[in-house]
């Protein structure tokens, strides 16, 4: 016997149907229309909501449990890119450290680098950064990845 849903009910079909009409993404758009679905027909089963809309039983009961959550904020997609709280480094830390290694001809491992770095300008670089600079500006043949 298939499963009916349990919904939450505060937040209107007129107003689901209504954002659904308003929106562009194309994948909000859909996980509205399955909890849209869900709300006016409540005594569909998930599969049946799933078949209605061709989308995997577990999309409707991953958008289902979002919502019940909270609310329609929970299915909006996600912001992507650079998170806000990551550091950006500034770029004549690495111009230094290249004219150091150039100058004393250092072959130096990244690790070492990072020490360098922490003394000098007293900021921790993580060292996939620290290699990801120094290949930007051609000095990554030269330089080891492992002390």
Known sequence: MSRVATIRK?????????????TADSGFRLRLMIIEKL?????????????????NRETVTKCLRLFNQGGTDLLRPKKA?????????????????????????????????????????????PESTIYYRIAKLGFAKRTRKSA
């Open 39 to 55: 709300l006016s027909e409540p005594a569909l089963s998930l599969q049946a909501v799933a078949a209605a809309l061709i989308v």
């Open 81 to 125: 890119g650079r998170k806000e709280g990551n550091p950006k480094y500034d770029g004549e830390i690495f111009m230094e450290l290249i004219r150091v290694l150039e100058r004393d001809r250092h072959d130096w491992s990244v690790y070492q680098m990072q020490d360098y770095i922490k003394e000098r300008h007293a900021v921790v670089v």
């Open 10 to 22: 505060d937040i209107p079909v007129s107003v689901i149907r209504r954002t659904i009409k308003n």
